[in-house]
């Protein structure tokens, strides 16, 4: 008797054990096993604390590379983005890598870290191409043109800097808004989706229900497509996007965020819940295919377009790319499954204060030389 | 023993919400452990 017992409580647990087992590891050692070949390849040996990895010319251990990605992966994965808008300054201040290349070496990692998070989201139903199409298609236009104004405008590490400084702070304003009570009035769909998705959680608490994810029923169905609207329904709502507002919207959050090498979910979450009101258990279905798509198209425009266009080198570090997205991977596959149970008051306030301070320091130290190094 | 891994999960679960804290904490310490041996 206590041995079934003991069996039905694991078998509660088992589910997310198998789904790591299968669908994460796997990834992840895969895309450990090819930066380690990337390295050798790159370098004829593997670069590490000893060896400096051959494009960012920095020596860094590889578990610290491998622990970026974890950290950053989980911290944004959190509130929906992927990890590039913190590997991007943490590689450039504290591992000192500042080359142009640190741009498509990002693009490297804000590739892969969504697959991890996206296996979950589409079993879930978290999951709808026809509402990312359009957001993808100004995606795959605007990347490819980024790579260019990085390489002609932003080659040097200070304007650069200023640059991804005002971003962070963007960010930064963004995630202390988000829990004023004015933008929880403005985003009303995200409150009533929050209220609805607790009002669940609570029920199943009580009637002894492991805490879950979205209930069985969820699903983001497309009611209409046209080349003017898609019209999309999810648990009960209904909403309607404009197909050439989200082709412009795709198309600048590509230029911008091709440019500086993140995957531009930073400037399309804002941008989608401000306009929208979209709930972020939604836009996650367009998010997710919209940075992969970015980083993909930025990447090859940073590897062969800009090369023979231009005959300037932006090449990546491939390896100090994948180290990172391994541990990506795992972070936002992480976040993913806890991001329902972490207090967002708390949360977003202290994420706006750090990359609020971070964008600040690199806006200041363009006009004006700090005494330290950012 | 029901009861006791039950246990675990509810502290476990009650847990979850300081994972952020801890994982930022640690990455400022790495940070300063790279600043210190690295610079």
Redesign the interface.
């Known amino acids: 008797m206590?041995e079934s017992?003991?069996g039905?409580?694991?078998e509660d647990?088992h589910p997310i054990v198998k789904e790591f087992i299968r669908e994460q590891l796997p990834m992840i050692v895969g895309v450990f096993a090819l930066a380690i070949m990337a390295g050798f390849l790159q370098n004829g040996s593997l670069p590490g604390a000893d060896r400096a990895f051959p494009v960012a010319g920095?020596?860094?251990p590889i578990w610290?590379l491998v622990?970026v990605g974890?950290?950053t992966g989980?911290?944004m994965g959190?509130v929906g983005e992927a990890s590039g808008i913190f590997s991007l300054p943490?590689s450039m201040s504290?591992?000192?890598f500042t080359g142009v290349a640190v741009s498509p070496t990002s693009l490297i990692t804000t590739f892969l870290n969504p697959f991890g998070a996206l296996l979950g989201y589409r079993r879930e139903k978290q999951w709808n191409l026809d509402f990312a199409l359009w957001l993808c298609v100004g995606a795959l236009v605007g990347s490819p043109i980024g790579p260019f104004i990085r390489v002609y405008w932003f080659h040097d590490a200070e304007p650069f800097k200023m640059v991804i400084g005002c971003a962070l702070l963007a960010m930064a304003i963004h995630l202390w808004i988000q829990i004023t009570p004015w933008y929880l009035a403005r985003t009303v769909r995200q409150r009533l989706f929050k209220e609805k998705f607790d009002r669940m959680k609570e029920e199943g608490r009580k009637a002894g229900r492991?805490?879950a994810g979205l209930p069985e029923d969820f699903r983001i169905i497309t009611l209409r497509k046209s080349l003017k609207s898609v019209t999309i329904s999810y648990w009960g709502e209904e909403q309607t996007f404009s197909v050439p507002l989200m082709f412009g919207i795709g198309l600048f959050v590509g230029v911008v965020a091709s440019a500086m090498g993140v995957g531009g979910g930073f400037m399309l979450v804002p941008i989608m819940a401000t306009i929208y009101g979209v709930p972020m258990y939604v836009l996650v279905a367009a998010t997710i295919p919209f940075v992969i798509v970015l980083s993909i198209t930025g990447l090859i425009s940073y590897v062969i377009t800009v090369p023979m266009l231009t005959g300037v080198s932006a090449s990546p570090d491939w390896a100090f790319g994948l180290f990172i997205a391994s541990g990506a991977i795992l972070g936002a596959w992480v976040a993913s499954k806890?991001q329902k149970?972490?207090?967002e008051r708390?949360?977003k306030p202290?994420l706006g204060s750090?990359t609020g301070l971070i964008g600040i320091l690199y806006i200041v130290n363009y006009f004006c030389q700090l005494p330290f190094?950012v | 023993m029901k009861g006791r891994i039950e246990k675990i999960r509810s502290v476990g679960f009650k847990l979850i919400p300081l994972l952020p804290f801890v994982v930022l904490f640690l990455a400022l310490l790495v940070a300063i452990y790279h600043i210190k041996v690295y610079w």
């Open positions: 206590r017992e003991v039905a409580v694991t647990a920095v020596c860094v610290h622990w974890i950290w989980y911290t959190l943490y504290i591992l000192q492991v805490p806890t149970f972490i207090p708390y949360l202290m750090i190094k």
